[in-house]
T-cell receptor, first 113, second 113 residues
Framework: GEDVEQSLFLSVREGDSSVINCTYT??????LYWYKQEPGAGLQLLTY?????DMKQDQRLTVLLNKKDKHLSLRIADTQTGDSAIYFC?????????????FGKGTKLSVKP | DTEVTQTPKHLVMGMTNKKSLKCEQH?????MYWYKQKAKKPPELMFV???????INESVPSRFSPECPNSSLLNLHLHALQPEDSALYLC????????????FGPGTRLTVL
């Protein structure tokens, strides 16, 4: 079945870049998402990429996709203390059944001043 | 309006109570979702409504009863819950078009005594 794997923790210093990694298993066309969840809050959609793309950039966020290795990364430039949160990687089947978002376990990003 | 709203924000109930969680969106989305999220875990899909019809029920116990009165509203009726049902309940919505970009509400923190 489909599976999404993430490392559980990442700690960086304020101002440094953060790179959060994710691997997925679905080999069909798919969308891949990054969500941010702050303590006690819902999930905020940060960005997404379709599996036929290599890279997507949106302000401080850069998503890189290695289709061969099924590896996705989220780079946050100039990381701030407000970026401290849990980051979920998720995939869904393009044109698949509604609701079929497969989440990773989440990476907890801690930003030290 | 690009928000998904949920009420109440917090709910404490006994095992014999009946309560309801409410979710609303005005983005014209035709798919709406209920997720359950335990602490330090990713969200788990419970139900999906597409065009106001239940399309996915992920083997959820019958003490959880979803309802979609119209395309903007989604309810989750709760009855005879167990303490292990205590969790953050998240609502999300997505357009039927293209990929499954889901927008989440802030959640309802449920505690069952």
């Amino acid at each position: 079945g489909e599976d999404v794997e993430q490392s559980l923790f990442l700690s960086v210093r304020e101002g440094d870049s953060s790179v959060i990694n994710c691997t997925y298993t679905d080999s069909s066309s798919t969308y891949l998402y990054w969500y941010k969840q702050e303590p006690g809050a819902g999930l905020q959609l940060l960005t997404y990429i379709f599996s036929n793309m290599d890279m997507k950039q949106d302000q401080r966020l850069t998503v890189l996709l290695n289709k061969k290795d099924k590896h996705l990364s989220l780079r946050i430039a100039d990381t701030q203390t407000g970026d401290s949160a849990i980051y979920f990687c998720a995939e869904s089947d393009y044109g698949g059944s509604q609701g079929n978002l497969i989440f990773g376990k989440g990476t907890k990003l801690s930003v030290k001043p | 309006d690009t928000e998904v709203t949920q009420t109440p924000k917090h709910l404490v109930m006994g095992m014999t109570n009946k309560k309801s969680l409410k979710c609303e969106q005005h983005m014209g989305h035709r798919a709406m979702y209920w997720y359950k999220q335990k602490a330090k875990k990713p969200p788990e899909l419970m139900f999906v409504y597409s065009y106001e019809k239940l399309s996915i029920n992920e083997s959820v116990p019958s003490r959880f009863s979803p309802e979609c009165p119209n395309s903007s509203l989604l309810n989750l009726h709760l009855h005879a819950l167990q303490p292990e049902d205590s969790a953050l309940y998240l609502c999300a919505s997505s357009s039927e078009e293209g990929h499954n970009e889901q927008f989440f509400g802030p959640g309802t923190r449920l505690t069952v005594l």
